[in-house]
């Protein structure tokens, strides 16, 4: 890892060297790789020892050191230490201290990506663009909170041209503290939709808190929002700089601060789960795109992905090829055809706005439309209300068949029966996720088309995992 050295890093994160004795020459010897996991901590590597509810890393210090660990950061002091060790105040807050170094030392761009709903989606598409100029690194999985932005960033290389960083929170400050490791030259904000309503409180809540990013930006920076969002394009200058706008069609919302969108699209074209079509203006020409991912919000998507592509260089034909070789990921709207039938898994995560997207999605497959559904988490005070407005979104869209499990999506369920006319059946199964499984895996057949959709914490991939199971 280009310029972690044990001097350097314990300078970053103000430790105190103790542990065995060691020499000037071994103190300037730069890290192999940065782990929090005791498995992982192979020759060369620095261990750092989180301390959890269930594992504590501490315990785990004289095992790294006989599998040839460079050094450990810890809280305190191991007895008979047989390395160098970091002591700190701190070890998660070190943590984040060494991802900035490693940052600062790589000197790349970094985009930073964040907003309530399509975060992940988004940073596919961005990355797929970026692919055409640029050795991209990108966040995998969710590690885009305090612990995973980190270990994203640790993963780099001095082989990596940019880094795109996707950073989630939950509450006030987060942001300030995963922006002031990110550092973005280009920032994204895709929406300000109503995820985390239980500690952010309302939408102007969950605003302030994304936008403390803007005070961790580069110097320069390009920061990139949806023109189309209510709250976002009032933003009228970050660091006295005009944000770049994207949006559908030319039309500037009343409230806007901005005069034009630098970015728009129109002439949308719904082939279903094929994909989609559209006309993608940028400021140098206009081209007719495809996006192979089934849902309108990938326009959106794309949209971002071409004004990120401008503010790093990239050229019309590359943001267009990029975008058209855009692919999903597991968990996020992707198809799988497994039996017969066609799986949409979008199990990663849910809030009111992933949920009908997705619904929109299944509306267009074929054969029977069956949505395998399940609570959403920290919607805060109007979380009933918002589970009963999905539950006749559901029925708005006559999906054939709704399945259920969870405590809230009971009002998904009385959303669906209380809908005027309704015509979608419904399995409710209380808190028995398993025999919602059981249910959908014996009731799917040849020619449907399944969606199943729940925040994470419902662990509704084994669904998806059973339903495709040879």
């Not at 975060?119 to 612990?147: D, P, R, W």
């Not at 994909?275 to 007719?288: A, C, E, N, V």
């Not at 809230?408 to 006319?421: A, F, I, T």
Request: net charge negative; hydrophobic share 40%; glycine share 10%.
């Amino acid at each position: 890892m280009k310029g972690m050295t044990i001097e350097r890093m314990a300078q970053a994160c103000q430790a105190r060297i103790c542990g065995k004795p060691a020499e000037q020459a071994a103190l300037q010897k730069e890290a192999a790789g940065i782990v929090i996991d005791s498995r992982q901590a192979k020759e060369g590597f620095v261990f750092v020892a989180l301390p959890g509810e269930r594992v504590d890393g501490h315990n785990f210090i004289p095992q790294v050191f006989e599998n040839g660990a460079l050094a450990v950061v810890c809280e305190r002091e191991p007895e008979d230490a047989q390395g160098i060790c970091l002591l700190v105040a701190s070890t998660k807050e070190a943590l984040k201290q060494l991802a900035a170094l490693y940052l600062d030392e790589l000197s790349i761009p970094v985009v930073g990506i964040t907003g309530s709903v399509g975060k992940t989606s988004t940073k596919e598409m961005i990355a797929s663009v970026l692919s055409q100029k640029y050795n991209v690194h990108k966040t995998a999985g969710n590690f885009n909170n305090e612990i995973g932005l980190p270990l994203t960033v640790f993963g780099l290389t001095e082989a990596h041209e940019v880094a795109v960083l996707e950073m989630g929170i939950s509450d006030f400050g987060e942001m300030s503290r995963l922006a002031a490791v990110a550092r973005p030259q280009v920032s994204v904000i895709t929406n300000i939709g109503i995820c985390h309503l239980e500690n952010l409180g309302t939408r102007d809540g969950i605003l302030k808190a994304k936008t403390e990013v803007f005070d961790y930006l580069r110097e320069d920076a390009t920061v990139v929002l949806n023109g189309d969002d209510d709250k976002l394009c009032t933003v009228a200058q970050v660091q006295g700089k005009a944000p770049v706008f994207y949006g559908m069609g030319e039309r500037t919302p009343e409230q806007a601060a901005y005069e034009k969108k630098s970015i728009f699209a129109d002439a949308v074209e719904n082939k279903g789960l094929r994909g989609i079509d559209f006309d993608l203006h940028l400021p140098k020409g206009t081209y007719r795109v495809h996006v192979v991912i089934p849902g309108e919000h990938n326009v959106y998507n794309a949209m971002v992905a071409a004004a990120v592509g401008l503010a790093l260089g990239l050229s019309d034909k590359e943001i267009c090829a990029g975008i058209e070789a855009a692919r999903t990921i597991g968990g996020r709207t992707n198809l799988i055809e497994a039996k017969g039938y066609l799986v949409i898994d979008d199990c990663y995560n849910a809030n009111p706005v992933s949920m009908k997207a997705a619904v929109d999605v299944l509306a267009q497959g074929e054969g029977r439309k069956i949505a395998v559904l399940g609570d959403m988490g920290e919607l805060g005070a109007d979380e009933k209300q918002l589970h009963y407005e999905v539950g006749a979104y559901v029925a708005e869209k006559h999906i054939d068949w709704l399945f259920a499990a969870g405590e809230l999506s009971k009002e998904l369920v009385r959303g669906v029966e209380e809908y005027p006319d309704f015509t979608t059946q419904v399995d409710y199964f209380g808190k028995d996720v398993e025999a919602l499984c059981s249910r959908v895996c014996d009731f799917a057949q040849p020619g449907d088309t399944i969606l199943v959709k729940a925040s994470h914490f419902m662990d509704y991939p084994r669904i998806v995992q059973a339903l495709t199971k040879e």
